[in-house]
């Protein structure tokens, strides 16, 4: 073994654990904020649909941007995990919409039934919606930050990600691009993703320059950042879509191939996808050098977002 | 003619001449702060189902309330159309998801056909989720108020109003109630119309007070106020189902008691309603004491929520 894989192996092991810790702060902070589980009556499938979708869930990527972020300026790990739960809240949103019948109509995710199939359409349309409301609602809360102007400009942040100039006009492209006469072109197909998974990426690395009321220098070098790594992150899921199988996924993998959509991989050859990716990682990391070392832990997260397995 | 009844004319013309002045200014700040019209390409649906949903419809009362409220304090009116203009994203996002198929399934909505049957269902699913967010976008945004409390405390209090604790567990509520194995009492219909209805119409009366910084008691009686109103408003919605027709409502008549629902007429009989919903507006008038003379428009829009005739 090489000594370079030898490094390549401990980043790895020390990303996991950085995504580790900030997906058990994030899970305690999501347990309080979610409706309860113990809740009675005709509310309970939807409080229970909530927690479903939003908890043990998925690898917490966005939640670790945001913690680490925080950290960068020296942020309070409090305020920290209320955003990474906001973030997720409208992650898992967006997920619950999107896996409806009349949208990409999933019938699994992480593993487990989706909100529609575990309940109904009806009770995850009001889940979905409920966890976008929560989002905000954490966010504008005196105990995410004690500044109104923080508060507010993080709301603001979150819904330029989610609306229609952001994930939910990122769904309208891939949803469009299902029944367009031709397969979407790189550039199309970029865009789209900037847009759907993106623009979160790009805000959660970005909170954390809002909490800690950093320079808009600070500021502009994490989105920058997070844009490069929000890409090299979609590009290795269609490698892993090719790749890999479906139990480390948690969902059926050659699923995009078999439905003749254009994936990074169709339209780069898997190792042309490889390698665009791992370019994408190095600007990414090349977009931290203003933070030095303490910008170690975002770096990480990028050479994870291209060595992942699943 | 009575000299009562030409004061009451004299009074419902007034009140309309306002509602109709707070529906030029919300329509004229909806038509700016949407996705414009002529977008093209494929997100151009959803823009246009935003638009659809959100212009040139229904009777602005929300709207109305917030710009009245904010009157009350002497609040910048740009200000208030805004918050005005938000509060009518959020009740739009509303109608699109309660519309659809696996909730209430309506065809129709202020005499137009509604988003899922113009367009399709995984568009009235993205049209509503991006209105929800346009609502606290429009919130967040430093136009809407120099001060980043104000604002977060709009996205709080809209947010309270509008989640599993407010208009999504009302709708949980509703769509419960149509397999419950009985009718509802009248104590659930009511906390289910607080839920779905009166959290936004108290939030719309309360906006004023938190974009004026009015004192905590100021905030509290125009809460009590709007609490009694909203309700008074929902009872004469009953009335309205059962004497109106459809032409004037814009939707199919008589459409709840067709399908076996409880309501406020079921359970009160129809002269029960008419006078429960008179008290109702009597006491939020009584809750504008404080404000003297100045609580004038606010009590004019109790009255017209139960003398209304669509």
New interface residues.
Partial sequence: MSLALGEAEADAAEFSERLSTAAALTESALEELL?PANLLG??A???AA?RHASLNGGKRLRACLAVESAALFGADPAQAERVAAAIECLHA?SLV?DD?P??DDDAMRRGQPTVHVKW????A??A???L???A??I????DTHP???????L??G???A????GM??G???D???ET?PAPLTLPEIERLQTLKTGALIVFAAESGAIVGRADPSARAALRAYAEAMGLAFQIQDDVLDVEGDAAALGKAAGKDEAAGKATFVSLLGLDGARARAARLADEAEAKLAPFGARGRPLALAARFAVSRRT
């Fill in positions: 409706p005709p509310r499938p939807v409080a909530m949103y919409h409806l009349c949208m109904d359409e009806a009770t349309v009001l979905g919606d409920a976008q409301t929560l905000f609602e966010l504008a809360h005196p500044d109104g102007d923080v508060r507010a400009a709301c603001l979150l819904a330029r989610s609306g229609a100039a939910v006009g769904q309208a492209l949803i469009a691009a367009a």
